[in-house]
C-alpha cells in the first residue's frame, strides 16, 4: 500500500438472528405397487372380446398354409389375429408386436416361417407368451422344409420355440388349444 493511501476501514456485518424453522416429518413412505404381472393375472378369468392367439407369418405366400391355424381356432370359438411381418425386412414391427402382445390379451403365439425360419425365435425373444413354430416350405426350401424346421426347433437356451412338423399350421392351433385350456 502506498503512503498516500489509507487503509478502508472495515464495516462491522450486523449479527442478525436466523430463526429456526421446524423441519417438517417425512410422510410414510407408500406402499410398494403391485407388479404389472399380479394384476395381469387377475384379469385372465375376465371375459373379452380380444384376441387369444396371434398368428403371424413372414410373408403373405404362407397365408394358404397359416389360415388352417385361423380355421382351426375359429372351428373352437377361440378369437384369434393374423398378422405378415418379416423377422428381417420388419424386425421393429416384429419385437413390437411380441412386447405388447401379452397387454393386448394374447395368450399363445402361432409364427410360421421358411427357409431361415427367424420370425419364431425373434417373437420368442421379445415376449414370455409360448410361441409355436411352424416350418413352412417354399419352391426354395432345403429338403421339403427341413431348413425350416431345423432353424425353429434348434433355439439357444432360455429362448424356447414348441415345434411342430413341416406346414403344421392346424396342429399349432389344436396345441394352443391345449394351452388355453392349461
Known sequence: MEESESPTPEVPTPKVPIPEVPIPEAPAPLAAPEVETQVEHEFDDLEVDAPRVGIVMGSKSDMAVMEKAKKELDDRSILSEVRVMSAHRDPD???????????????????????????????????????????????TSIA???DALLAIAQMPPGVPVGCVGVDGARNAAVLAAKILDA
Open 93 to 139: 414391427v416384429v419385437t413390437e408386436y411380441a412386447r405388447n402382445a401379452r397387454g393386448r390379451g394374447l395368450r399363445v403365439i402361432i409364427a410360421g416361417a421358411g427357409l431361415a425360419a427367424a420370425l419364431p425365435g425373434v417373437v420368442a425373444a421379445h415376449t414370455d407368451l409360448p410361441v409355436i413354430g411352424v416350418p413352412l416350405t417354399s419352391s
Open 144 to 146: 421339403g422344409g427341413l
